[in-house]
């Protein structure tokens, strides 16, 4: 930059800027050009990765050495060619009606990877192409300060004569001089795969309705093929089939359809609906695991990769939002949430220019209108006051209450799916530090002490019969988890058993019942601290050996303190008792103590 040079943005020091624009990885950088080819109505669109290979620190290493995007959608015009290697120019800007807008993804998808860009575009057959480019060197060098008139010139071969959709129309966009420390990923297969997971799932309703098809094809600089496949779908939702779900999901949906549960938004003048679509795990992921944690399988850890709340505008995925998920929890990932929104609302949603996020709407994943609220305000007065600001949270909250609303709602139904997993399976019961096997030893002992006189009673068919309808009824466990249970207490002899269930409310912790000589405690799944303690360390959809061991110890100490709390919350229960009742429940603390001390397998001394 010479001391001359008093522009306010000096070129070489903008486009130094402008590389660095934010794009997750290259696959989404790839999604720009993507979205441009479909705008202009591509219906076949070829993402090609060049690989050579090259000497690296002495050892030969393969390395992409170029990338192209062909399309066959209507072409550009010179005129037209020129505006799209502008930055924030182009023919849509704040054209409303599709996918792009903003007049950035062309040039700023490009430098963020490559240090050139070139351009053929054809609306009269690929030998009619005008050509044009942008260099990022001559740039920083100020050789080049105006896009290069386009010139006529033939697409080249080395791309025309590998593609499949060329035709009358269309464009043609390679990256080279590529940088290696911007690129995600080296090689070609790899950049492709992951590209196809990306832009699968970005892409997933126009491959399904088959508008799209994204071949991928990775070649070498002799012309070999690595690979050459068209992406499949990736639906978060799992309700379009794909055959990248492992088996038994393979074309066939994993999940079902929940609802449609629609909001509408008055904003401009005008009123827009908000389309958030919910689904929910098969029961059949339960089944399909045979008796294993389904979060072990494979189809569980691809389900895993997915988890979050797909952001979809105008057809198209901008982000799969897991700030919705609480990321301990394994059970999360058995639902899927879209939020459909028309690019009207993109001030409302906060849609960044690169189209990877609406920040707005990912705010309020931690925000409770309660935590806006001022002194005497409700929701809608916090509502209006937002709106009255030009605040876009105040559009956006009764969307975020619903979307909160139904989420626990799907973690509800997902509890109850997995009822028989913890505590019930066979295997579990026999390890000698299971719950259940210390609880009925400490029963026994007990029983020795001070009997009861269900001690000596018998659980008759009868009983057991009862227990078993009662399980598959008003607990929800499956008819095989159900009799498994029933197998387990027959062959051990069990006096006491854990069970869980959904009670009508939310405020009973847990309950006591008895069946002849069978006592049942059985936790409510409703209650918080359910999911504070036991779905922080003991899940059954879960792949407890993948976790870290800062993971695992994070998690402990959740349940730590979810314990700590619940000791709190009945110290100041004893405290608004009153002088007469406390004294009766300091009573029935102290003897509760003692038998937790028995049963725990500690001496009454050291209890005290």
Not at 202 to 230: C, E, P, Q, T, W
Not at 406 to 414: A, D, I, Y
Not at 538 to 557: C, P, S
Not at 599 to 608: G, I, Q, S, V
Request: hydrophobic letters at 35%.
């Amino acid at each position: 930059m010479s001391d001359n040079d008093s522009s306010v943005i000096p070129s070489s020091l903008a486009i130094t800027a402008m590389r660095d624009s934010g794009y997750k990885n290259t696959a989404y950088a790839l999604a720009e050009l993507i979205d441009n080819a479909q705008q202009e109505n591509a219906d076949c669109i070829e993402v090609i990765c060049r690989q050579s290979e090259s000497l690296v620190k002495e050892r030969h290493r393969s390395r992409i050495s170029a990338i192209a995007v062909l399309d066959n959608g209507g072409g550009m015009t010179p005129e037209t060619l020129r505006k799209a290697l502008q930055f924030g120019n182009g023919n849509r800007l704040n054209d409303r009606s599709g996918i792009g807008r903003f007049g950035m993804g062309l040039p700023n998808a490009s430098i963020s990877q490559a240090g050139r860009v070139d351009v053929w575009t054809w609306q009269n057959g690929p030998d009619n192409a005008y050509h044009s480019y942008l260099d990022v060197s001559e740039i920083e060098k100020g050789e080049m300060s105006l896009i290069p008139t386009p010139d006529q010139q033939s697409v080249p071969k080395e791309w025309s004569e590998l593609s499949e959709c060329i035709g009358k129309t269309g464009t043609l966009v390679v990256w080279t001089k590529l940088d290696f420390h911007r690129l995600t990923w080296k090689s070609a297969k790899s950049t492709l795969s992951n590209t196809e997971q990306i832009a699968g799932r970005i892409y997933r309703r126009f491959i399904h309705d088959g508008k799209l098809r994204l071949r991928l094809l990775a070649v070498k600089d002799d012309g070999s093929i690595l690979s050459d496949h068209n992406a499949q779908v990736v639906d978060p939702l799992y309700l379009l089939p794909s055959p990248n779900v492992p088996e038994p999901f393979k074309d066939r949906p994993m999940f079902e359809f929940v609802h449609d549960d629609p909001v509408e938004i008055e904003y401009g003048g005008k009123t827009h609906t908000v389309h958030v679509r919910y689904s929910v795990a098969l029961p059949e992921t339960v089944e399909a695991a045979n008796g294993a944690d389904r979060g072990r399988t494979p189809y569980g850890k691809h389900a895993q990769a997915n988890m979050g709340v797909s952001v979809v505008r105008a057809g198209r995925e901008l982000m799969l939002d897991k700030g919705w998920c609480n990321g301990y929890d394994p059970r999360e990932r058995w639902w899927g949430a879209e939020v459909d929104f028309p690019p009207a609302l993109d001030e409302i949603f906060g849609v960044t220019n690169n189209k990877q996020a609406a920040t707005h709407f990912s705010e309020l994943a931690t925000i409770d209108w309660q935590q806006l609220a001022e002194d005497g305000e409700d929701f809608r007065d916090v509502v209006n006051r937002l709106k009255e600001d030009e605040d876009p949270v105040g559009w956006l909250l009764e969307l975020s209450d619903s979307l909160k609303r139904n989420l626990k709602q799907l973690l509800e139904t997902v509890k109850a799916q997995a009822v028989g997993g913890r505590g019930s399976r066979k295997e579990r019961h026999d390890q000698t530090d299971d719950a259940t096997a210390s609880a009925n030893e400490a029963w026994t002992k007990r029983a020795k002490e001070k009997p009861i006189a269900d001690d000596t009673a018998e659980t008759s068919d009868d009983d057991l019969k009862a227990l078993k309808e009662d399980l598959q009824e008003t607990n929800k466990y499956s008819e095989a988890d159900a009799e498994n249970l029933i197998e387990l207490i027959k062959e051990k002899s069990l006096k006491v058993v854990f069970l869980e269930a959904d009670f009508p409310d939310s405020f009973q912790l847990f309950n006591v019942q008895s069946k002849g000589g069978l006592t049942e405690i059985t936790f409510n799944r409703k209650h918080p601290m359910f999911d504070a303690v036991f779905a922080t360390v003991n899940t059954v959809d879960e792949d407890i050996d993948e976790l870290t061991k800062e993971e695992v110890l994070e998690r402990l100490l959740r349940a730590i303190n979810a314990s700590k709390l619940l000791f709190a919350a009945w110290a100041r229960y004893e405290r608004e008792a009153g002088v007469d009742k406390a004294r009766a429940l300091e009573r029935v603390r102290f003897d509760w103590g003692q038998m937790a001390a028995s049963f725990l397998d500690l001496d009454d001394d050291a209890a005290l």
